[in-house]
């Protein structure tokens, strides 16, 4: 191992008064954490010590032990995710494949129970359950008996060697900088197996870990093959096992992949450049944040300055064109990517969980490489708002994305085909309370703000430290400060950006309005005046038992623009209060429409907390104005009842319109559409009705009478395909309210070329319904089938209750709909 000499930070000698790990694992004697030459310079205070009391998390955290842990293992169950590895492992002894032996749906699906581990590991870390720990044994028990004699663990190949999965190549690895995915599933198994190590004192999944991670330091490497995960997060999983064991080789590995990629592979897995020359965030939003943070776990183990120069370069360009104002990330679902710079559609935003888990992990890593609050700020924002958005109150459904806006058609499920959300939230969510305290030396970091209690080990003593507040209803915070014997040291207080008027740390966003009331600090009474340096108000004194530090920071409601250049939010306002961001949701809508709404700038708004809502939140309550068009195409105004939920707890009380970036502006408002004949339809398909990809992303019939007007015939906003179907005859129909004479209609096709594989259909033609029988219409022609508009087809009336258009695709490509009018 080179390093390269020079310090990361100043802060970076303070290591040596950080105490070993050990004293913090008081739930797992005789775990040890080896001894590591270089570290990061601030160090998390871990989950084990920190205990949360709150009315917010704790609650939470309760129902993702409770609820959503075990829910995800009957899942894995049920899903045949375990039984790949019991049948991996009857492939191993020779057992001829019967018909269950199927190869696993994805080649990842092995991850999806080692980070369920991880999260009941985390649990088991603070509150024993023998139940479960003998449930997991037993898993960990399956998990061994499918790992080769050399190490080599990968069910998607080991259930069948000679017939693997698809994506998994003829041979090991030969695949896996596309699509095999070993690496990823091995880097989930290291991190399970470093948390169950801690949590339980248990070595029986870590030696499997290290045999796995000890066949890859033997195959790779300088001098040996080359290999980069396809899908990051090998790295973050091969410095764990670089912390527990003090093996340099999973390190030196971790680099050397890292330094395997790129130049010129494809950016959707940033391998176009050297991850030291790379300066924008492109490509799939997970594996970018992934490989973010294992570059800066590497740098900080290693004192490279090469990584760190250009993680904080990708971070600036996120945080200033790329991020969303929920703190998401990840703008399209074609390569679930980041956008370009400014691309930040509401409605088809895809935000991907695991994105938003991915961007806390790599926002913590850089506050702890360099001590600055403006990291915090962007991983509170997405915290808050769009990581736990992506599961439901009651811990049981799951969104894969995370859009801005809904038409209504949008629901969360239980589980996807592609599962990795629902695993990292299990594990996110049991180490919240990992992410409030950090340590330098003598300097104590307070960075998120919750009920609860601390003990921290520092120096020679145990800092207690217990945090009184209803955060984040309410911005007054207390402090208790208990060092045991009085002595002098630092606690750094975080002043949140959106205290001081600063609603991201770039021009991407700002607040609308003047903040009044700053945020104000007390020290045992007495007003210590608020002076902010890297978005901290700095306490050094000498410390007694029984200090309190007195913190208030005013959350008055607040209007947030969007810089000019984000064209989706252009016209719009969103609402916020302290670190929650809010939504409009149908459901409080008079008419359970909010899209049409207009929020004038005068309009006042009202904050009240509601014990009886959404487990207990603070709506923002008001006038807006419903817009909608009359019979005539005039625009109607009527003022109505605004209400605003905070967007994490939306689409919990059923499907329907949601919205965050409100119009402020009548030239982006979108009046509701009068209802015609088409949007009064009922719709239906063949190949059904409303339909679910892996990822979780819907495609209802429902779309094609909505009354949105599409940009083109690529806007991904709303329509409908019958992809993946290709080359066949399909229909879709209208079931009118009551009888009626047409003859004419307007067809919008759907055709996303460049993104997917939908085009224009070969031909098409109208049918009506006439008694039980479909009948074409006479006289009709010609059948348009030109792109970005509507191709409007005249016929000799019908009278009938409906209308069906059969389409035929052309040979080796789907077809779909935008929109489908009716005169
Ligand atoms: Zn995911």
Redesign the pocket.
């Known amino acids: 191992m080179k390093h390269s000499g020079k310090m990361l930070a100043a802060g970076a000698a303070l290591t040596l008064f950080i105490a070993p790990s050990r004293a913090w694992q008081k739930h797992s004697p005789g775990v040890s954490t080896a001894k590591v030459a270089h570290d990061y310079p601030i160090r998390p205070v871990p989950f084990t010590a920190v205990h949360l009391t709150d009315t917010f998390w704790a609650p939470r955290i309760e129902t993702n032990r409770k609820v959503t842990i075990p829910f995800a293992f009957e899942k894995c169950e049920e899903t045949g995710r375990v039984a790949n590895f019991v049948h991996a492992a009857e492939a191993l002894r020779g057992h001829i494949p019967d018909q269950d032996r199927k190869i696993p749906p994805y080649p990842f699906d092995d991850t999806d129970i080692y980070k369920v581990i991880e999260g009941a590991s985390y649990t088991l870390s603070v509150k024993p359950d023998p139940h479960l720990e003998s449930y997991i044994d037993g898993l960990i028990q399956k998990i061994g008996a499918a790992q080769e004699k050399d190490g080599y663990l990968y069910t998607a190949r080991t259930i069948d060697p000679a017939h693997p999965h698809a994506w998994a190549g003829a041979h090991r690895w030969e695949d896996e900088e596309v699509l095999s995915h070993e690496l990823y599933d091995l880097g989930h198994l290291y991190e399970a197996a470093v948390a169950y190590y801690q949590a339980t004192g248990k070595r029986s999944l870590l030696d499997i870990a290290l045999k796995s991670a000890n066949l890859l330091c033997n195959t790779f490497g300088p001098g040996r093959k080359t290999i980069w995960p396809g899908h990051q997060i090998v790295e973050m999983g091969l410095v764990k096992l670089y912390r527990v064991t003090g093996d340099e080789r999973y390190l030196n590995l971790a680099k050397f992949m890292l330094d395997s990629r790129g130049p010129g592979g494809s950016s959707y897995n940033q391998a176009d450049l050297k991850v030291i020359d790379q300066t924008e965030a492109v490509g799939h939003a997970?594996r970018a944040t992934y490989m973010y943070s294992g570059m800066a776990d590497v740098a900080a183990m290693t004192g490279d300055t090469a990584y760190v120069h250009a993680i904080d370069t990708i971070w600036e360009n996120v945080v200033a064109k790329k991020l969303y104002i929920t703190g998401g990330i990840g703008a399209t679902g074609a390569g679930e990517a980041f956008g370009a710079n400014y691309e930040l559609p509401n409605l088809t935003a895809y935000n991907?969980?695991?994105?938003s888990v991915g961007n806390d992990f790599w926002n913590q890593r850089l506050f702890l490489l360099h001590g600055d609050a403006k990291y915090i700020d962007v991983m509170e924002r997405t915290l808050y708002n769009g990581l736990i958005s992506g599961v439901s109150l009651d811990g049981r459904s799951f969104f894969?994305q995370n859009p801005l806006e809904s038409n209504g058609r949008k629901g969360r499920s239980p589980w996807f085909g592609?599962a990795?959300?629902p695993g990292?939230i299990t594990r996110f969510m049991a180490s919240v309370p990992g992410y409030m305290y950090a340590l330098a030396g003598p300097t104590v970091y307070v960075n998120l703000f919750a009920g609860g209690n601390a003990e921290i080990p520092m120096g020679g003593r145990t800092l207690k430290i217990v945090q009184e507040t209803r955060y984040p209803w309410d911005g007054k915070v207390k402090i208790t400060v208990d060092p045991g014997k009085p002595g002098a040291f630092t606690i750094k207080v975080r002043i949140p950006g959106w205290a001081r008027g600063e609603a991201v740390p770039s021009d991407l966003y700002r607040f609308a309005d003047v903040l009044h009331e700053p945020a104000r600090l007390r020290v045992n009474g007495r007003e210590v005046p608020v002076r902010v340096t890297e978005g901290y108000a700095t306490l050094s004194r000498e410390w007694k038992s029984g200090d309190v530090i007195d913190l208030d920071l005013p959350m008055p409601v607040r209007r947030i623009v969007a810089n000019s250049q984000v064209a989706a939010d252009r016209g719009r306002v969103a609402l916020e209060r302290g670190p929650i961001v809010y939504a409009a949701e149908g459901v409080d809508s008079p008419t359970h429409r909010v899209r049409n709404l207009l929020l004038p700038e005068d309009a006042r708004l009202t904050a009240e907390f509601r014990p009886d809502l959404l487990n207990g939140v603070v709506v923002l309550e008001g006038k807006a104005i419903s817009l909608a068009y009359n019979a005539h195409g005039k625009v109607t105004r009527t003022s109505e009842k605004f209400t605003a939920i905070p967007y994490y707890a939306w689409a919990n009380r059923g499907r329907d319109e949601m919205i965050v970036w409100i119009p402020d502006s009548e030239s982006v408002a979108k009046p509701a559409p009068w209802p015609t004949l088409a949007t009064e339809s009922k719709v239906t398909a063949s190949q059904g009705g409303g339909r679910v990809t892996g990822?979780g992303m819907e495609k209802h019939p429902e779309a094609v009478n909505d009354g949105d007007e599409p940009s083109s015939s690529n806007d991904p906003a709303s329509y409908f395909d019958w992809w993946p179907e290709k080359g066949k005859t399909e229909w879709i129909e209208y079931d009118f309210p009551k009888t009626a004479t047409v003859s004419q209609i307007q067809v919008y096709w759907y055709d996303d070329t460049g993104r997917g594989e939908v085009r224009v259909p070969a031909s098409w033609r109208v049918l009506y319904k006439d008694g039980g029988t479909w009948r074409p219409v006479a006289g009709a022609g010609p059948w348009g089938v030109d792109k970005d508009k509507y191709n409007t087809v005249a016929f000799a009336p019908v009278t009938t209750g409906a209308l069906r258009l059969e389409v035929t695709m052309q040979p080796n490509w789907s077809a779909g709909v935008q929109k489908w009018k009716v005169k």
């Not at 991907?352 to 994105?355: G, R, S």
């Open positions: 997970v991907e969980t695991c994105a894969y592609v990795c959300c990292n990822e």
